[in-house]
């Protein structure tokens, strides 16, 4: 089939690049030319396992090519996908203006039927605005149709999320269009869900809002754990077990960041408000996501007394590993609350720090090419995304790097009796600090 992708994002470009892999035609559009220029020359703007990897095999199979024109993807696909930002706006309400813009643009152009597809995330009853304005703006009355097909991966595996989904959830109001999106997820062989659009849309808000929800559950209780002396770990392993709960996202740490979960989390509160039915719950899941961060720099603090000159070294700047996203990273705004302080902070990221330095709020950090680099001198680590290159270091020779081994683990990389057997004083979440000795 014939695809186009309006928006070549974390969304976009990887669903562009998987759809050509299974065989449809792609063009991958976007509006920022530096970008289309980056992909035309052989180079991806983003960092995501394997993904260079199927975008140039598919441009070599002429499967795959990108545009800066809305034109050339209506007028030459069957089904036009719309995956711009829907970022959230300081009142908490979803800023829809990217993808009005894209619809009007999108109406003016239509000659015969299309289906337009909504991939970003949206507050329910957008796929009727989607519709409403196409018809206004619908200069030759061509027939269309708006399906809301909600996009589930998670940056860093994301590739495989979106070869190998849990379920595709298409919602429309029309067989012509289901049958053609059944025929873009046929070669995928997952299950498909058909819904109305309005539920898919909030599918996927209520989706993300309960891994959020999920997250924020077992870090309130590694608060808990904390004050009685209990591991956490252990009680996750143990409520993870019954597979009525499963073990996923049951990871306490500081919290979890990112561009979907803090904004779409927010904007399923303000939707429920403006419907007049309030999901306070989500208040409490937001509220103890802040809360997490804080308590750790106030461990930070109390351990360190004061912060001011101190080296600390920060392993970790992206929102979670094997992505270089630094989108509402709580990494970042640790190393900013510690500048603050006047802390001397030396931070590492194996993908993150090209994003990372032209962050305002942390220009004052230092970043160095290696996480052994950044522990030289340090009086303190602090670990803030998990990556799996951190766990396979050496941390002997971490340890005789640092001036005073002390590390504050925000993400429970280590186990804590081996980090007090190689001598450090460990702080990590929901579980004892111990002392070398
Ligand atoms: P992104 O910022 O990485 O990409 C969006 C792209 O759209 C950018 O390249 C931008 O230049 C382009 N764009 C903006 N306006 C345009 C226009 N008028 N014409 C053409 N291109 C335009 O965003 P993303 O992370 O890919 O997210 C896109 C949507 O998908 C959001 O609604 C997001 O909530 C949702 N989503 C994101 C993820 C994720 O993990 N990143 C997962 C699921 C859903």
């Known amino acids: 089939?014939?695809?186009?992708?309006?928006?070549?994002?974390?969304?976009?470009?990887?669903?562009?690049?998987?759809?050509?892999?299974?065989?449809?035609?792609?063009?991958?559009?976007?509006?920022?030319?530096?970008?289309?220029?980056?992909?035309?020359?052989?180079?991806?703007?983003?960092?995501?396992?394997?993904?260079?990897?199927?975008?140039?095999?598919?441009?070599?199979?002429?499967?795959?090519?990108?545009?800066?024109?809305?034109?050339?993807?209506?007028?030459?696909?069957?089904?036009?996908?719309?995956?711009?930002?829907?970022?959230?706006?300081?009142?908490?309400?979803?800023?829809?203006?990217?993808?009005?813009?894209?619809?009007?643009?999108?109406?003016?152009?239509?000659?015969?039927?299309?289906?337009?597809?909504?991939?970003?995330?949206?507050?329910?009853?957008?796929?009727?605005?989607?519709?409403?304005?196409?018809?206004?703006?619908?200069?030759?009355?061509?027939?269309?149709?708006?399906?809301?097909?909600?996009?589930?991966?998670?940056?860093?595996?994301?590739?495989?999320?979106?070869?190998?989904?849990?379920?595709?959830?298409?919602?429309?109001q029309s067989e012509q269009a289901v049958d053609l999106m059944k025929k873009v997820y046929e070669p995928f062989m997952a299950p498909i869900l058909v819904t109305d659009i309005n539920s898919a849309e909030l599918i996927k808000h209520a989706a993300n809002s309960f891994l959020a929800l999920k997250i924020s559950y077992i870090n309130a209780i590694s608060a808990i754990c904390e004050a009685s002396g209990a591991d956490v770990e252990k009680v996750a392993d143990g409520i993870g077990m019954d597979r009525r709960i499963g073990r996923q996202f049951l990871n306490a740490g500081i919290g979890y960041g990112g561009s979907c979960f803090p904004k779409d989390v927010a904007a399923f509160i303000t939707i429920s408000e403006q419907l007049g039915v309030p999901f306070n719950l989500l208040k409490e899941v937001q509220q103890i996501n802040e809360a997490q961060k804080d308590r750790f720099l106030k461990r930070i603090r109390e351990t360190l007394w004061v912060l001011r000159e101190k080296k600390i070294a920060v392993w970790g700047l992206t929102f979670k590993p094997d992505t270089d996203d630094i989108r509402s990273s709580i990494a970042i705004e640790l190393v900013a609350d510690m500048l603050g302080e006047g802390a001397h902070v030396v931070a590492y990221d194996p993908k993150g720090m090209e994003k990372a330095r032209e962050v305002k709020t942390i220009g004052d950090a230092k970043f160095v090419a290696t996480a052994l680099e950044a522990v030289e001198g340090a009086e303190a680590l602090v670990i803030t995304t998990e990556w799996r290159d951190f766990a396979n270091l050496d941390l002997s020779v971490v340890r005789e790097k640092m001036t005073t081994p002390i590390v504050f683990d925000g993400r429970n990389l280590f186990n804590p009796e081996t980090m007090r057997q190689l001598g450090f004083h460990y702080h990590s979440i929901g579980r004892r600090p111990v002392r070398p000795g």
């Open 1 to 172: 089939m014939d695809l186009s992708i309006i928006g070549s994002g974390y969304v976009g470009l990887v669903s562009g690049a998987c759809f050509a892999d299974v065989g449809h035609n792609v063009i991958c559009i976007d509006n920022d030319p530096g970008k289309i220029e980056t992909l035309r020359a052989g180079r991806v703007p983003i960092y995501e396992p394997g993904l260079e990897e199927i975008i140039h095999r598919n441009v070599s199979a002429h499967r795959l090519r990108f545009s800066g024109s809305i034109r050339e993807g209506v007028d030459n696909s069957q089904v036009v996908f719309i995956a711009v930002p829907t970022p959230q706006q300081p009142s908490g309400d979803v800023d829809l203006s990217f993808i009005e813009k894209v619809s009007r643009e999108i109406a003016s152009i239509l000659t015969t039927y299309r289906v337009i597809v909504d991939k970003s995330t949206v507050p329910v009853k957008t796929g009727e605005r989607v519709a409403e304005s196409i018809k206004r703006y619908n200069r030759h009355g061509a027939k269309f149709d708006v399906v809301s097909n909600p996009e589930f991966l998670r940056e860093g595996c994301a590739v495989g999320d979106l070869m190998h989904p849990d379920r595709i959830v298409i919602g429309a």
